[in-house]
């Protein structure tokens, strides 16, 4: 199982957000502070935002703040939103499936059942969780001179 980029930097961004919730952080910081495109973490905004987790606050003093609290932020509901589909191997889309064996084959069946598995664990957890499963200083890496200033 692999997450596209989209569903991995929506996971990012909303620990990022959730790391210092008191402030709006724009797309250019996030993206500098975890080296990757400002380009792709708009797109990544923009569907956070669609889904109600994150709140675009345009203008100078704006920026990118958590809709939600973290504990009604489930991890699995995010993957969901952020993954264009699931299809782990060709014959999961049975409008491209030029699999011979398909109609016989008992992998689909498995398969199907791991990635429901995958799904509900996530299911299980929210924004909260990974903060707590966080090793201390987790704000720190984001914010280094906020470190220094308090």
């Not at 990012?12 to 996030?30: C, F, G, W």
């Not at 923009?46 to 809709?67: D, I």
């Not at 009604?72 to 011979?100: M, S, W, Y």
Request: hydrophobic share 40%.
């Amino acid at each position: 199982m692999h997450l596209t980029l989209h569903a991995d930097y929506a996971l990012r961004v909303l620990m990022y957000l959730a790391a210092r919730p008191d402030r709006p952080s724009s797309t250019q910081e996030m993206a500098d502070a975890y080296g990757i495109s400002k380009h792709h973490l708009v797109r990544v905004v923009q569907t956070l935002g669609q889904q109600g987790w994150v709140e675009v606050k345009p203008g100078r003093s704006g920026g990118v703040l958590l809709a939600k609290p973290t504990g009604d932020i489930r991890l699995g509901k995010v993957v969901r939103a952020a993954e264009p589909d699931f299809h782990l191997v060709e014959c999961f889309d049975r409008e491209q499936n030029t699999c011979p064996i398909a109609p016989a084959c008992g992998l689909k069946g498995v398969l199907a059942e791991a990635r429901d598995a995958f799904l509900a664990t996530l299911d299980k957890y929210t924004l909260e969780d990974l903060l707590r499963r966080s090793k201390p200083g987790l704000a720190d890496l984001f914010f280094p001179t906020a470190a220094s200033e308090g």
